[in-house]
């Protein structure tokens, strides 16, 4: 069963606008949630995370929204650039830091 | 300090020969976990070691694939008599306390094809 959830395979936005990635989960368990971005051929490079007991961590142009009660969690970016183009996973840990991970979304920036 | 590394990057088997994959994690980092990709899918948790501990292998599937992580050296996934549906990106990752205090840093990947 998929307890992480990103519901959008894809999505283009225009170098300099706002990117935000979506994710939901089902198991109320979590209590750790990651962001990583991957690109081709190599290993998943961690972006950011937010505890269970914040609703809003930021790092830069990266912020990571959670809403508990809707077990969902959203990762803005602003503004986006062209290196930014990658798959980006989002992962919740369960309490012995086991991940599990959503499907992925690519993200393109466009010049 | 070196990054988490796997060997080899690349691993062809024919069926029913063995894969061995080693994942050296970051140095001071004593939690090591496996993840496999299948095409087009994210990252799936196979098992989460300590030093010669198997602390959950929850996503290990039940025949030919265990894993180690001895007290002296690498850890190691070994999967015997390969059939096609292993082939996938295996990564490992380590974290140096477990995940909620730290997070976990990302090898390259052992990309195993098997023909």
């Known amino acids: 069963d998929q307890q992480v959830k990103q519901n959008s395979p894809s999505l283009s936005v225009q170098e300099g606008r706002i990117s935000i990635l979506n994710c939901d989960y089902t198991n109320s368990m979590f209590d750790y949630f990651l962001w990583y971005k991957k690109y081709p051929a190599e290993g998943p490079t961690f972006l950011i995370s937010?505890?269970?007991?914040?609703d809003k961590n930021e790092d830069g142009r990266f912020t990571v929204f959670l809403n508990k009660s809707a077990k969902h969690l959203s990762l803005h970016i602003v503004p986006s650039q062209p290196g930014d183009s990658a798959v980006y996973f989002c992962?919740?840990?369960?309490?012995?830091?086991?991940?599990?991970f959503g499907a992925g979304t690519q993200v393109v920036v466009t010049p | 300090n070196a990054g988490v590394m796997q060997n080899p990057r690349h691993l062809v088997r024919r069926r029913g020969q063995e894969a061995r994959l080693r994942c050296s994690p970051m140095k001071g980092h004593s939690h090591v976990y496996w993840y496999r990709q299948l095409p087009e899918e994210g990252l799936k948790f196979m098992v989460y070691l300590q030093k010669e501990n198997i602390i959950d292998e929850s996503g290990m599937p039940k025949e030919r694939f265990s894993a180690e992580f001895p007290k002296e050296g690498p850890s190691i996934l070994r999967i015997q008599q390969v059939v096609r549906g292993d082939s996938a990106a295996y990564f490992c990752?380590?974290?140096?306390?477990?995940?909620?205090?730290?997070?976990?840093?990302f090898g390259p990947g052992t990309r195993l094809t098997v023909l």
């Open positions: 937010i505890s269970s007991i914040k």
């Open positions: 990752a380590s974290s140096k306390l477990a995940v909620g205090l730290d997070e976990q840093f």
């Open positions: 992962a919740a840990a369960d309490s012995w830091g086991k991940l599990q």
